[in-house]
C-alpha cells in the first residue's frame, strides 16, 4: 500500500473488517427510529438532530475506543478527542438527517480513518436501501448493492463539464459569493440534480454521475468519503484544489477524471 507504514498497513487489515462489522451495528440502529415520530432538536446552526444521532454515534464512539483506546476520534454529536494521535476515526452517524427525518431513504452512516490527518480508510453505509461503499487506502474501492451483490466500483471517463451530470445536496448551502459561480456550473453540465448528501459521492464512485460540488460541509461530512472517491479513481479536494483535512474550509469539488476537476475548479474560481 502506498506510502503507508508498515504499523498502518497492518492496522487497515484490521481496521476494514471492523468497520464493517460497526456499520452492521450502525445499520441495524438507525433503522429503529427510521420512518418514525420523533422528536426533532435544532443545534446552534439551525441543523436538526435526532435520538437516531445521538444514539447511533454514542455506539459508534464506545465501540471504537473499547477496540482502539489510543486512537483520536471525531464526530458530528459529541465532539472531537485526541485529534493529535497519528489514527483518528471521523463518524457522522446520520448523514442527511434532513433526509432522515423525512422519510427520504438516501442517509448514511459514515467511518473513516485518518493516518496524520491524511484519510486511509472510508465506508458510506446506506441502511435504508442495504448498499454500501467502502475503501481502504491501497486496495480499491468497493460496492454492495442492493442485492447484496459484492463488487468493486470505479469512476467514469467523463472529461468535461458540457458532459457531466452533476450533484449538490441544495443550491441553498452556498454563500452569496459563490452563487454566480454554482449557477454557472449547473448552466453548464448536462445534468444537475439536487438532494442526496453522501449517496452523492457513491453514485460518483460506482460511475454513475460525474461531478459533486458542495459548500458548508464540516470535516465528519468529508474526511470518510476521500478514500472512496480516491480508490475509485476519482479525484476529491477543496475548491482550491488542496486536499481535504480537518482544516478545510468546508467547500469539496469531487471529480470522476483530473481533467473535468481541473475544468470546474477553474470555473469556481474566476
Not at 6 to 31: Q, R
Not at 55 to 80: C, D, W
Not at 100 to 129: D, K, Y
Request: charged share 25%; with cysteine; aromatic share 8%.
Amino acid at each position: 500500500m502506498e506510502n503507508l507504514s508498515t504499523e498502518t498497513v497492518e492496522l487497515l487489515k484490521e481496521a476494514l473488517p471492523f468497520s464493517l462489522a460497526l456499520a452492521d451495528k450502525a445499520n441495524e440502529l438507525s433503522l429503529q427510529w427510521f420512518r418514525k415520530t420523533l422528536d426533532i432538536d435544532l443545534k446552534s446552526d439551525d441543523s436538526p438532530v435526532t435520538i437516531a444521532d445521538r444514539n447511533v454515534e454514542k455506539m459508534l464512539r464506545s465501540t471504537i475506543e473499547a477496540q482502539y483506546p489510543g486512537h483520536g476520534l471525531l464526530g458530528e454529536e459529541f465532539g472531537r478527542e485526541r485529534l493529535d494521535a497519528e489514527h483518528v476515526w471521523v463518524v457522522d452517524p446520520i448523514d442527511g438527517t434532513r433526509s432522515f427525518i423525512t422519510g427520504s431513504p438516501l442517509w448514511g452512516c459514515l467511518i473513516g480513518l485518518m493516518q496524520h490527518n491524511r484519510p486511509v480508510l472510508g465506508l458510506v453505509e446506506v441502511p435504508a436501501t442495504g448498499e454500501r461503499w467502502y475503501a481502504r487506502r491501497g486496495d480499491g474501492a468497493h460496492f454492495r448493492s442492493i442485492r447484496g451483490e459484492e463488487q468493486r466500483c470505479e469512476v467514469s471517463r467523463c472529461e468535461s463539464l458540457a458532459a457531466a451530470k452533476l450533484y449538490t445536496t441544495s443550491p441553498y448551502y452556498f454563500d452569496a459569493p459563490d452563487s454566480p459561480a454554482i449557477e454557472s456550473l449547473l448552466d453548464s453540465c448536462a445534468v444537475a440534480r439536487f438532494g442526496g448528501d453522501c449517496y452523492n459521492y457513491g453514485l460518483l464512485a460506482s460511475g454513475h454521475i460525474d461531478l459533486v460540488v458542495e459548500s458548508q460541509l464540516q470535516p465528519f461530512d468529508y474526511l470518510p468519503l476521500v478514500t472512496i472517491v480516491e480508490e475509485a479513481g476519482g479525484i476529491i479536494t477543496d475548491w482550491q484544489g488542496q486536499p481535504l483535512t480537518t482544516a478545510s474550509d468546508g467547500r469539496v469539488v469531487a471529480a470522476a477524471t483530473a481533467s473535468l476537476h481541473r475544468e470546474v475548479l477553474h470555473a469556481l474560481n474566476v
